[in-house]
């Protein structure tokens, strides 16, 4: 239109600048031990896993899932846009065996590590589910924004670790329900 009926000319071509992106990467790391196992809790975090997903996906964020359990650490998610979760593939997810919390915490941090090479990555987040059944207590991961820890310990004698690791983390702190919340029925 700029043209008219001139030929085109250099001086008629715009370019618009391409605005910066900005990537979130929200690094899960699901504890799949024995002992969220035992109680339920490993069930319960499957169901969060899927909503912490979900709203990655509507936002058009990054996510990476990291299970550990008695087997060892396991990358079930590598780094990738997040996409539409259904949870057939969380089903398969088993459970059993000790907490090697240290172990994917490591493996969190290569991940985070690894995405701050990538142009357009900015931040990342840590989303640690577990009952924090364990006397390991390893330092926060570096290079993450924020710390989200979910606590599914409900014992009879709690031992308080995942909100010990919390507050020496700085990080947020939420006790997941003992049970999923029933959906409202209208009369």
Known sequence: MARGAAPLAMEHLKRKPVAERY??????VLDCSASMVANGALAR?????????????Q????????????????LRVPPAKAVAWNDDWIAAIGGGGGTPLAAALRRAQELVTDGARRPGFNDAWLWLLTDARTREQPERPAHMQQAWIIDFEHARVPLGRARALA?????HYVQAPLQAALPHSTP
Do not use: N, P, T
Not at 23 to 28: A, D, P, V
Not at 167 to 171: E, F, M, N, P
């Open 23 to 28: 990537s979130r990467l929200h690094c899960m």
């Open 45 to 57: 975090a499957k169901g969060v896993l899927l909503g912490l997903m979900q709203e990655a996906y």
């Open 59 to 74: 936002r058009r964020e990054h996510v990476a899932m990291i299970c550990f359990g008695g087997a060892g650490v396991e």
């Open 167 to 171: 507050a020496r983390w700085d990080a």
